[in-house]
């Protein structure tokens, strides 16, 4: 009780004050409370925008609810030299928000700027972008990188005259998207208007306000009438909310155990942390462990049915591999693969053994992620059936960082490119901090990754990624090397004002920024 009370006090100061930076609510504004502050700002260049919609500014590219590539600020691009120079023409008479300009010489300096920030928008595979004429840019790689389209879908465009003058643009943005940016209460509120210069649909909702608020008091508002739009954990996916309907979208949002795959030698890292784990780094294990668990019942009772089972890091994507989909759920054949595997039970305490080695191993999951602990508590208890002891144990993102080399840990990825799987499987990311952090290593799977990021065409590279998971003899996938155990895909979970026509949302990535938004300029009220 004392818990909902501070959590309605906050939202009554947040919404109700009319005093100090925070603003009162107008009629036809449109709030929403779906997360996604971005604390150190919204500057596409250190990264705002990756995930999900960038809102303020265009991307050159853009997916559509069918994940299709589309135009966006670009009208159309090219490729050429063996995938080493990208060449993209804009759109004429672009303006950014604030009534200037847009040239190609903005759109050279935003991605010169992201590559030298050494900040998350990850550019290294650029060498150089170069306005060839008023809207025409010529990118030049380091070397062939496929992946590079997807940074032209996602990073947003800045005006040159005002970022580089350095005065704090993360926190006060112009851009040439839908929207443009009025003001941003940090911990309490962000306030959008409609861009009157921006080029495309325009939009009907014209004032935009973003609460930032945590779960509980989000829900209080929901009930409250006091939001149109709330994101909310799958545990209250079935709620009921007065004058609101659940808006259910699908998402490559995955959970997944991760497993060291390399055996304990007494290595460490440079930073001194252990590498390796003498269970995990067995296949069978691994791959019993693939087999034994319910990925439909996680779905069905951890995520309360807003979710599904998954199977690899890109399910439904279209460079995902449907072969790698096993008959889970079949602790007989786990059974089988560890007997197989000389894994046995020789001294009858119910927990097989492997040359004196108990099948025994921790699972760490985030302490604050309710969801990854049932998933690791369910996962634990799947285990037992077939004689593994799954430990489970809540760390900070800190601890984690320092076990991940030689523990299991239930992480969350899922993005709309494909370079998430490299990063996460190729050798050469081996123990860089949550990219490869169980040095998984497999020389074909790597070179199958390399093709891939070296293609010409999106078309041939998706060929490759595919290999990788499953080739018909080897791959990163159950069927392969079972580096992973994949559990279930997320159903982001919304909630919408019977008021509100949001359109249709496409499958959605990880759960950071603003995905929902992606069509923001089509939405409606629709009383």
């Not at 020389?443 to 293609?455: C, G, N, Q």
């Not at 994949?486 to 995905?515: C, Q």
Request: glycine share 10%.
């Amino acid at each position: 009780m004392l818990k909902r009370f501070i959590s309605m006090l906050i939202l009554s100061f947040i919404l109700l004050c009319g005093c100090g930076p925070a603003q009162t609510i107008k009629p036809g504004d449109l709030v929403l409370a779906i997360g996604g502050e971005s604390a150190e700002g919204y500057d596409p260049t250190m990264g705002w925008g990756r995930y999900g919609h960038p809102l303020f500014h265009s991307t050159l590219l853009k997916l559509d609810e069918n994940l299709n590539t589309i135009n966006d600020l670009a009208v159309s691009h090219t490729v050429s030299n063996g995938g080493l120079v990208w060449t993209v023409r804009i759109r004429d008479n672009v303006l950014f928000s604030n009534g200037d300009p847009l040239t190609a010489d903005d759109v050279a300096y935003t991605y010169n700027t992201a590559a030298q920030s050494g900040g998350k928008a990850d550019l290294a595979m650029l060498k150089e972008a170069a306005a060839v004429g008023p809207n025409r840019i010529r990118f030049t790689l380091k070397y062939p990188y496929i992946g590079f389209i997807g940074k032209l879908r996602t990073l947003g465009i800045v005006p040159a005259n005002i970022h580089r003058t350095g005065r704090n643009y993360a926190r006060n943005p112009v851009g040439s998207g839908p929207y443009k940016f009025v003001s941003w209460t940090e911990g309490q509120q962000l306030i959008v208007e409609a861009n009157p210069y921006y080029y495309g649909m325009k939009p009907s909702i014209k004032r935009m306000i973003f609460l930032f608020m945590d779960e509980d008091t989000s829900f209080a508002a929901a009930k409250a009438g006091r939001v149109h739009v709330v994101a909310l954990p799958p545990i209250l996916g079935k709620q009921k909310i007065p004058g609101m309907t659940v808006h259910p979208v699908r998402s490559v949002d995955n959970r997944g155990i991760m497993f060291p795959c390399v055996p304990d030698t007494g290595k460490k890292t440079p930073e001194g942390y252990s590498i390796g784990n003498n269970v995990t780094s067995d296949i069978a294990i691994r791959k019993a462990i693939n087999y034994t668990v319910d990925r439909r019942l996680l779905a069905a009772t951890v995520l309360e049915g807003f979710g599904e089972p998954a199977w690899g890091i890109v399910d439904n994507l279209p460079w995902d591999e449907p072969s790698i989909r096993i008959k889970d759920n079949d602790p007989a054949t786990a059974r089988k693969i560890l007997k197989d595997g000389g894994w046995v039970d020789t001294d009858g305490d119910g927990i097989v053994e492997k040359n004196g080695t108990r099948a025994e191993f921790t699972l760490l999951y985030y302490s604050n992620d309710s969801v990854r602990q049932n998933l690791s508590l369910a996962c634990a208890d799947m285990g037992k059936k077939i004689g593994i002891k799954i430990n489970v144990a809540g760390k900070s993102s800190d601890e984690i960082l320092r076990l991940n080399h030689s523990c299991a840990v239930l992480y969350g990825y899922g993005s709309h490119s494909p370079e998430e799987m490299y990063n996460l499987f190729h050798g050469k990311f081996a123990g860089i901090e949550q990219l490869n952090a169980g040095f998984y290593r497999n020389p074909t799977v790597d070179r199958y990754l390399d093709k891939a990021m070296s293609s010409s065409t999106v078309e041939e590279s998706n060929r490759y990624w595919k290999l990788a998971q499953w080739d018909g003899k080897t791959g990163m996938s159950v069927r392969g090397d079972a580096a992973w155990a994949w559990l279930v895909n997320l159903t982001h979970v919304y909630f919408i004002s019977d008021t509100l026509d949001v359109g249709a949302s496409m499958i959605e990535p990880h759960g950071h920024g603003w995905p929902i938004t992606a069509n923001i300029e089509k939405w409606r009220f629709t009383k």
